[in-house]
């Protein structure tokens, strides 16, 4: 049965950090696109970032919505089978439930589509003070 569980939300100020965790059983993260979602009070939700592993000469593919580049990255440790999501210089416009995903790989590994996903988590709570 598989089991994906976030950790490492919290209540943090403009400008602040966290790191989210994402923890799997019963599937191999290395095996999967990996992505990271969000869902604000009243929005729809929406993909944050993945990552894939896609192939030697490639190496780890990894994607991030607009709103998010160039302040938060996500990586992975297979050894642990734990995905992160580092947050850095957070907005209140950041605050959101986030939610773990896993889909199969294919060649539209950015695709971050919430219905290509099967596997989610519960999600942790992000809050950003002004």
């Known amino acids: 049965q598989v089991q994906v569980v976030e950790s490492g939300g919290g209540l943090v100020q403009a400008g602040g950090s966290l790191r989210l965790s994402c923890t799997a059983s019963?599937?191999?993260?290395?095996?999967?696109?990996m992505g990271w979602f969000r869902r604000a009070p009243g929005k729809e939700r929406e993909g944050v970032s993945c990552?894939?592993?896609?192939?030697?000469?490639?190496?780890?593919?990894?994607y991030y919505a607009d709103a998010v580049k160039g302040r938060f990255t996500i990586s992975r440790d297979n050894a642990k089978n734990t995905l992160y999501l580092q947050m850095n210089s957070l907005k209140p416009e950041d605050t959101a439930m986030y939610y773990c995903?896993?889909?199969?790989?294919?060649?539209?590994?950015?695709?971050?589509?919430?219905?290509?996903?099967?596997?989610w988590g519960q999600g942790t709570q992000v809050n950003v003070s002004s």
């Open positions: 990552i894939t592993w896609w192939s030697a000469w490639s190496g780890t593919v990894t």
């Open positions: 019963g599937l191999r993260i290395a095996d999967y696109t």
């Open positions: 995903a896993a889909k199969i790989v294919t060649s539209n590994m950015d695709d971050m589509s919430p219905q290509r996903f099967g596997y």
